[in-house]
């Protein structure tokens, strides 16, 4: 019997049922994203009915009823019944969040877990079993290479670069601000996609220039779907594992080294520390598990996501720590922001 089960939960598992449940509850919120729900609330001037949600969205009227109130019984949306009619509304959370438009929206974030994360899931058993990610079962007959995959079509590279970006309008302030680096005058982003954490390091360090180096395709994408006016960041594209890396005080790498088994990752650190000039440093940026993997549970879940998906892993500080000394770096510090994401900063 395990311990921490308290004697509540063995009389009737309210939590186990909860957990059993929790794949509906993301499909609840997956879908309600995907038809425009949170949007339409939000554009509304005024709380609406079922049926006017239904019209809007072009969808039955009892299967938005449902949906509407399971948002409800969830928190996500409000409730107010005039007249004997229930009027739907937005709760702040909802705007903020789950709107498509707005500044914070997760949107691009759920949609990618809902169309390529949520089926790529369904083969857990068998990822699991095979020690494997399940690409070539989900997504039939592909590329071995784990990005030519994710990146199959340019629809599907928008979208991740989508869920990318979504991460760090939550974590990108704290990550940047984890260590002080204003000592850094040149960051360079390694993978650093659409850039949303470059623009967080150079919000954070205006004097610093800060590049974002990615695959040219991505790059590109980036600069037609992500480019911000009097951007403050400049791209550069190539290969980390093939072409040269460009100059600079300080290489960010941030959910790389999550994607890699160690035998790819220890190549390309030792080859940014041959890059590296004296005095300059690396920061790592993972979800990091506790040391004994007790937890947090999302990096473990996210470490199961790294199977099914990737080549990777999550991994303890204790193994950056090791793989950036084997590289040749020292001085490891490791901060736990408490958010979704931590940070390793080390230095040649
Ligand atoms: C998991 S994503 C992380 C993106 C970004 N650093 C972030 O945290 O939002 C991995 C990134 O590495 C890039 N990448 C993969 N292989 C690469 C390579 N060989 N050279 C340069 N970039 C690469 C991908 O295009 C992608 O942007």
């Known amino acids: 019997m395990a311990e921490h089960m308290s004697q509540s939960e063995l009389d009737y598992p309210f939590r186990l049922l909860e957990y059993v449940n929790g794949f509906r509850v993301s499909k609840v919120i997956f879908s309600a994203c ?12 005024e709380p609406l009915s079922a049926e006017h949600v239904a019209r809007e969205l072009s969808a039955s009227v009892d299967g938005t009823e449902r949906l509407l109130d399971a948002l409800v019984g969830l928190e996500i949306l409000e409730v107010e019944t ?18 498509e438009g707005s500044a914070k929206s997760l949107h691009d974030m759920i949609i990618y877990q809902s169309q390529t994360i949520y089926p790529l899931w369904n083969n857990l058993v068998d990822a699991v079993r ?12 592909l590329p071995e290479d784990v990005f030519q995959v994710i990146y199959r079509s340019e629809e599907e590279m928008l979208k991740f670069m989508g869920l990318m970006n979504s991460s760090w309008i939550l974590d990108g302030h704290d990550i940047a601000t984890a260590f002080n680096l204003s000592c850094f005058h040149t960051i360079v982003d390694l993978g650093g996609c659409t850039g949303a954490l470059a623009r967080e390091m150079a919000k954070a360090y ?40 460009p100059d600079a005080d300080l290489y960010v790498l941030a959910r790389i080294i999550h994607d890699w088994p160690e035998e790819k990752c220890l190549p390309l650190l030792k080859k940014i520390y041959d890059t590296c000039k004296p005095g300059g440093g690396i920061l790592l940026v993972e979800a990091m598990l506790f040391e004994n993997r007790r937890g947090p549970v999302m990096a473990q879940i996210f470490s199961l996501n790294m199977l099914v998906q990737t080549e990777g892993r999550e991994r303890p500080p204790s193994e950056y720590t090791d793989m950036l000394n084997k590289a040749g770096f020292q001085n490891v510090q490791v901060c736990r922001t408490g958010k979704s994401y931590d940070a390793v900063l080390a230095f040649k």
């Open 82 to 99: 005039t007249d004997g009619k229930a009027l739907y509304s937005s709760t702040d959370v909802a705007n903020v969040y789950l709107a």
């Open 130 to 141: 095979e020690g494997k990610n399940q690409n070539e079962k989900t997504f039939g007959s």
């Open 206 to 245: 205006p004097s610093s220039s800060v590049t974002v180096f990615d695959l040219p395709q991505v790059v590109e994408t980036a600069q037609k779907h992500f480019a911000q006016e009097n951007d403050t960041v400049t791209f550069q594209t190539g290969d980390f594992f093939s072409g040269e890396l």
């Open 34 to 45: 995907e038809l425009g729900v949170f949007d339409l609330l939000l554009k509304s001037q």
